[in-house]
């Protein structure tokens, strides 16, 4: 039954991709030191921790690792960058295929609480309460491209830019790797003269509503993929809440979600 979860968390056709990514282990030239841990089951364990939302000491021991290294494996991948790789390789996947739709890109936040940490801040609309801001950004069809962390008192449009510079370039069916959408679009809380002057000298089409003037109704065509992206990244439970002391750890697991959403995509295509 252990198998069968550790499979189901982590198919082969996953780590496949994850493999190649992460630093192989090295043995102390003095020798000594603990025993190591597979990667692939510390890896596992990490993606259980995300998809259950259970604190690390929780963490069932048929995962073969102790709690503490696979949070110390945690917190060295995480300063590697291996979040970050690992879904710009599933990126790269889909792309070869032809299967990111560049024709707009879709920006939108969403508010969650938070225990404790950095990348907080009281939250406008929870009374105040500490809280977490995830901005996401994706392509037409609501594939996630780029996320990003702030303090829930952080308004939305401070991170338009960022994640716009921070789309990666991704292969192609043909031709060269891509990173620039045709389209931008997004609610009226990125509206401002400044964005749309900022698009257009990048040769991007603003799609932003108009504050008084257009209704939010109207990008409901597109808005409801961005939405329903941000409700696949909240199917983590570890994302409901924010309950890391450090800010980067929290921005580690939207990252790993945002990868993970991008390979149950690449992993329809395959079967």
Not at 154 to 176: E, I, M, N, W, Y
Not at 210 to 223: A, M, V, W
Request: charged share 25%; aromatic share 8%; hydrophobic share 40%.
């Amino acid at each position: 039954m252990a198998v069968d979860l550790a499979r189901e968390l982590v198919p082969d056709g996953l780590w496949k991709i994850v493999a190649p990514l992460i630093t192989p282990f090295r043995p102390r030239q003095q020798g000594g030191g603990t025993v190591p841990v597979a990667d692939r089951k510390v890896f596992t364990a990490v993606v259980y921790v995300l998809t259950s939302g259970c604190a690390w000491r929780y963490l069932p021991p048929t995962f073969g690792t102790s709690p503490a290294t696979a949070h110390r494996r945690f917190a060295a991948w995480t300063k590697a960058g291996l979040w970050r790789r690992l879904h710009r390789a599933v990126l790269d996947e889909l792309g070869a295929r032809g299967e990111l739709d560049w024709t707009s890109a879709i920006i939108d936040a969403a508010s969650v609480r938070a225990k404790r940490g950095a990348l907080t801040g009281p939250n406008p609309v929870d009374r105040g309460k500490k809280g977490s801001k995830l901005h996401v950004l994706s392509e037409a069809q609501g594939i996630p491209l780029a996320v990003a962390v702030s303090g829930a008192n952080v308004h939305d449009s401070q991170a338009f830019k960022p994640l716009l510079l921070g789309l990666p370039a991704t292969r192609s069916r043909r031709g060269p790797r891509r990173r620039r959408p045709v389209k931008v679009r997004a609610d009226k809380a990125y509206f401002s003269a400044e964005h749309l002057a900022w698009l257009r000298s990048r040769g991007l089409i603003p799609r932003i509503a108009r504050p008084g003037i257009e209704p939010g109704e109207r990008l409901g065509r597109h808005r409801w993929k961005i939405e329903r992206s941000i409700a696949w990244l909240f199917g983590y439970r570890r994302l409901t809440v924010s309950y890391e002391r450090k800010g980067g750890h929290f921005l580690a697991f939207l990252g790993l979600a945002a990868a993970l959403t991008c390979y149950k995509k690449l992993a329809k295509l395959t079967t």
